[in-house]
């Protein structure tokens, strides 16, 4: 069977590889500590379960609207309204199963043979996988740590050139954490009305913010109708599995979106979407407790981090990642995250996992409880303290 060629344009997320090589050492009896998918260890509250089993009893087991149920809809307008601050109608909402489904359906509708896209460097491994399957030009942005993982808008203009068509943004950011400033937004925003760009804004970590505010970028002046919002229920609501997210698109891309719905799943699960109402319209002191757990997680794996030599952390502002800087071990990070792996069974992620300027990075996911954090970055220790002080003895 020969296989189409835009297969060999097709990247993956690691990710699940990372996690998969990891179960394949804890079935030989290894303890392992994992620290490389990024989801919630929580369960989805009780109230949201309740709602979709509710629904499931009262027959919501069939083919809905394509771009969502009108509940849903209008309770994801009513939410972000008051969240993002600009005025969201439900007939600008597209329902989708997951967050994913945002990124692919922008790429197909907006991007033609060659069109340039934008997208941060470390980002979501996604992006530049559809952007290139598409036959895109994937423009890396570089996301460094000495800005605080925030984009710079000076650099990101100085990439643009007659063939850019979108900018991809991300706040709080994968893999980093890192939390673009209003003042980067306005920044952005004005490069994007100035060369007449479409921004794709992933704000799916938008609710699990420690410092600063969350701004979307569709609330600055003139850009609703130039931004796609991607968000979704995965991260905020430890609902990762129910596979439900949503866009908030400028109207001439609802019907688009639509279609391309029509032509891959026809719709969203029912009662998903059902939980997805009651998700935002019930109680969130659930939401907040686990923000807050994440807030006392981060600070211990920051501060575990730091003290390991060779391994320097910035305190990451959202999300749920830490992104630190492992050059004083002398090896990348993709090197070492092998040998936490395969030495002290600590599973984490290469930093080239999400782009060229991670080499020097591994990413953890501290969705994981403070007892097995603190385990790990003992574990952690033993391997990375004589690699840096081989590191620094050769200097």
Not at 60 to 87: C, M, N, Q, W
Not at 141 to 167: H, Y
Not at 381 to 389: C, D, K, Q, T
Request: proline fraction near 6%; glycine fraction near 8%.
């Amino acid at each position: 069977m020969r296989l189409a060629s835009r297969m060999g344009r097709i990247g993956t997320e690691t990710a699940f590889e990372a996690a998969a090589r990891a179960r394949a050492l804890e079935a030989t009896g290894r303890s392992i500590i994992h620290l490389e998918i990024g989801e919630p260890d929580f369960d989805t509250p009780s109230n949201i379960r309740e709602a979709a089993k509710r629904a499931l009893d009262r027959g919501a087991t069939h083919y809905t609207s394509t771009v969502g149920i009108p509940e849903l809809r209008t309770a994801i307008a009513a939410d972000a309204t008051v969240r993002k601050h600009f005025a969201v109608s439900p007939d600008r909402v597209v329902v989708v199963p997951g967050g994913k489904p945002v990124m692919f359906f922008t790429m197909l509708a907006l991007i033609e043979e060659g069109d340039e896209v934008i997208y941060p460097d470390p980002g979501f491994p996604i992006y530049e996988s559809m952007i290139n399957y598409v036959g895109g030009t994937a423009v890396p942005c570089p996301i460094r740590q000495e800005n605080a993982f925030r984009l710079d808008p000076a650099e990101m203009a100085s990439l643009v050139t007659p063939r850019t068509k979108l900018v991809i943004i991300n706040s709080p950011a994968n893999p980093t954490g890192g939390v673009s400033t209003r003042e980067d937004l306005e920044q952005i925003a004005a490069v994007a009305r100035e060369h007449d760009l479409i921004v794709m804004a992933d704000e799916i970590y938008g609710r699990i913010l420690y410092e600063g505010e969350h701004v979307s970028i569709a609330s600055l002046p003139d850009m609703v109708d130039r931004t796609i919002v991607l968000d979704g229920f995965s991260k905020t609501y430890a609902m990762t599995g129910w596979r439900l997210g949503y866009a908030i698109v400028p109207e001439k891309l609802v019907m688009p979106f639509s279609r391309l719905l029509v032509n891959s799943v026809s719709c969203t699960n029912a009662a998903t979407q059902w939980a997805g109402v009651e998700a935002l319209t019930g109680p969130q002191d659930a939401v907040l407790a686990m923000v807050e757990e994440f807030r006392a997680r981060r600070d211990l794996i920051v501060d575990g981090l730091n003290a390991i030599p060779g391994v320097s952390c910035l305190r990451p502002s959202g999300a749920f990642y830490a992104f630190p800087d492992i050059s004083g071990t002398g090896l990348s990070g993709a090197e070492l995250a092998d040998r936490l792996l395969q030495e002290s069974g600590v599973s984490a992620l290469a930093g080239t996992a999400f782009g060229h300027v991670g080499r020097n990075h591994l990413r953890f996911s501290y969705a994981n409880s403070r007892e097995n954090i603190v385990e790990a970055m003992k574990r952690m220790r033993a391997v990375v303290e004589p690699l840096a002080a081989k590191a620094a003895a050769g200097r």
